[in-house]
């Protein structure tokens, strides 16, 4: 069995690294057109804002039912025949959209999604600690960041591809279901849900013959490093509970998918809650993910030779705390401008905690990828969360006096705020956190 340090060098590692960039292209394609899939579903099911973040939910809740079982999968058929079979389940979960258009029921619809994150549960828990420890742990967030830089293009282009092909009309139809009778706005909804049934056929037949490829790949077996051992040779760690940075990284990583669902996912709503058009929307979790791709292409360059990755989780903390405030004290172009530069603060978060927690866990890193994988979950429950702020604050804004469109626009920008405490979180670990390596550390 390799060791991490027998395959530093770049000859060692670089079709491992390609092999796995390219899963996390599909992880980032089929995740961000979520972005697009909001406004869509909410029309075509006539949901309010907070049952149409439901659509991110229904893919985060996945990694928290399904990461351990995912760890216990990889332990019995190993990492490739793994990764093959969350490409196969994806791809199933890609098909059971076409029978959702059909019907245009949105419960069927939440299935597809939550059957295609029970798939990347798999492909995330196999593949973030193995491209963390397939090199140096000191240059672990060089490799994720390149991992990013492929998810983020893949979810810029996933957001592009699918928002002309699922928004393109969406303002008309909407003018329209207000004046037209129930019958022909049952007619109308049903032709804007047939839009998706090329895109997701073709999605499944690409998934299930990559899953097919990967049974193929040549990805060497990688261990991690052991805990600390003592002068007799035993380790002195028995437990996962004994590793209090883990259960904070953990923390840091809910608070923060969360925090980046919620930059990428409520971009295009938002803009259209501002009076944007949703032709002009669509192009906004772009502006997310492009300035995410920006930042990851720095990191790759600065750490860890100019940077170290404790110091570039601080700084993004930081800017993720500046940025949310400048979001609630701006207005229209401006503001959406400041939930896409969101991106910049996000881009080195996953690649920073994944490293700094994993760090001397040894054989516990598969269980401890688990648990990071289940915090994926925080994607399921922040996004809802701001929904529901922002339904709240609308209607009380109505209540008030003030006029529809007006309160959606204040009430969008004002709920915001939730972001604030979870940037604190993230740079509490950043800080301090990720240096309790035991529960009587001073």
């Not at 390609?18 to 995740?31: P, Q, R």
């Not at 406004?39 to 985060?60: C, G, H, R």
């Not at 909407?174 to 999605?203: C, H, N, Q, R």
């Not at 229209?332 to 401008?337: A, R």
Request: aromatic share 12%; glycine share 8%.
């Amino acid at each position: 069995m390799s060791n991490p340090q027998q395959l530093s060098t770049k000859n060692n590692t670089l079709v491992p690294i390609i092999i796995i960039a390219g899963l996390f292209f599909i992880f980032g394609f089929v995740t961000w057109i979520n972005g697009a899939l909001i406004p869509f579903m909410k029309t075509i099911n006539e949901l309010t804002d907070a049952q149409s973040y439901l659509v991110a939910s229904a893919s985060y809740i996945s990694f928290v039912l399904m990461a351990l079982p995912a760890s216990y999968i990889l332990n019995k058929i190993g990492y490739r025949k793994g990764m093959s079979l969350g490409l196969v389940i994806m791809a199933v979960g890609a098909l059971v959209f076409i029978p959702a258009a059909e019907a245009r029921t949105y419960w069927v619809f939440l299935t597809g999604i939550f059957i295609q994150g029970i798939g990347m549960t798999l492909l995330q828990t196999a593949a973030n600690p193995y491209i963390t420890i397939l090199g140096p742990i000191e240059s672990g967030a060089k490799r994720i960041a390149i991992m990013g830089i492929a998810n983020k293009t893949a979810g810029a282009l996933g957001s592009l591809i699918f928002g002309a092909l699922l928004l393109s009309g969406i303002d008309v139809v909407k003018e329209k279901l207000g004046s037209v009778s129930v019958e022909d706005k049952g007619m109308l909804l049903d032709t804007m849900a047939d839009s998706v049934f090329v895109p997701y056929l073709i999605m499944a037949i690409v998934l299930f013959i990559l899953g097919v490829l990967i049974r193929k790949a040549p990805l060497p077996n990688v261990e991690a490093e052991e805990p600390e051992v003592t002068a007799t040779g035993k380790n002195t760690k028995t437990s996962i509970f004994q590793f209090p940075h883990l259960w904070l990284g953990v923390l840091a990583l809910f608070v923060y998918v969360g925090a980046e669902v919620i930059a990428g996912d409520t971009i295009i709503s938002y803009g259209i809650s501002l009076g944007f058009t949703g032709e002009e929307a669509k192009f906004f979790t772009t502006y997310t993910l492009m300035a995410m791709v920006a930042t990851y292409a720095l990191g790759v360059f600065l750490i860890p030779k100019y940077l170290k990755q404790k110091t570039a989780l601080i700084i993004s903390a930081l800017l993720g705390i500046v940025f949310s405030i400048c979001i609630l004290y701006t207005t229209g172009f401006t503001s959406v401008l400041f939930v896409a530069a969101l991106g910049i603060a996000n881009a080195l978060v996953w690649p920073a905690i994944w490293p700094l927690t994993l760090k001397g866990l040894g054989k516990f890193t598969k269980t401890a990828s688990a648990l990071l994988i289940m915090a994926i979950s925080g994607g399921a429950i922040i996004p809802p969360l701001y929904g529901r702020m922002v339904d709240s604050n609308k209607h009380e804004l109505i209540t008030e006096g003030m006029q529809q469109v007006d309160a959606l626009a204040a009430a969008a920008t004002s709920s915001y705020w939730i972001l604030i405490p979870c940037y604190a979180m993230i740079l509490f670990f950043a800080i301090w956190g990720h240096k309790f390596k035991s529960w009587t550390s001073k």
